[in-house]
């Protein structure tokens, strides 16, 4: 019997969230940003929140110092980058 996948053993992400400038759709800023190893989770109102693995971590946020996408603040829980960025709670679907 295969071992249970547990919390622990699930590889380990930072959520960042940034300041989008002179983006006009969530596609645009996907292809911007393309050649990093993230993903986008949350777009709103020149805002983001990306979700980034452990490993490539201090890499992503390195990059994301200046340019278009500036990172504003980082945490290991979505909850918190949500409160400090001012994102609005969307409810769940179930």
């Not at 992503?60 to 200046?66: A, D, G, I, P, T």
Request: net charge positive; with cysteine; aromatic share 6%.
């Amino acid at each position: 019997m295969a071992k249970k996948l547990t919390k622990a053993l699930r590889g380990k992400r930072r959520w960042i969230g940034c300041i989008c400038q002179d983006f006009n759709s969530r596609s645009e800023l996907e292809k911007h940003l393309s050649e990093l190893p993230v993903k986008i989770y949350d777009f709103e109102n020149d805002k983001c929140i990306i979700v980034v693995g452990l490993t490539n971590y201090d890499s992503v946020k390195e990059s994301l110092s200046s340019g278009r996408v500036i990172s504003q603040t980082a945490s290991g829980k979505i909850r918190l980058v949500r409160e400090r960025m001012g994102f609005t709670r969307r409810p769940r679907k179930r």
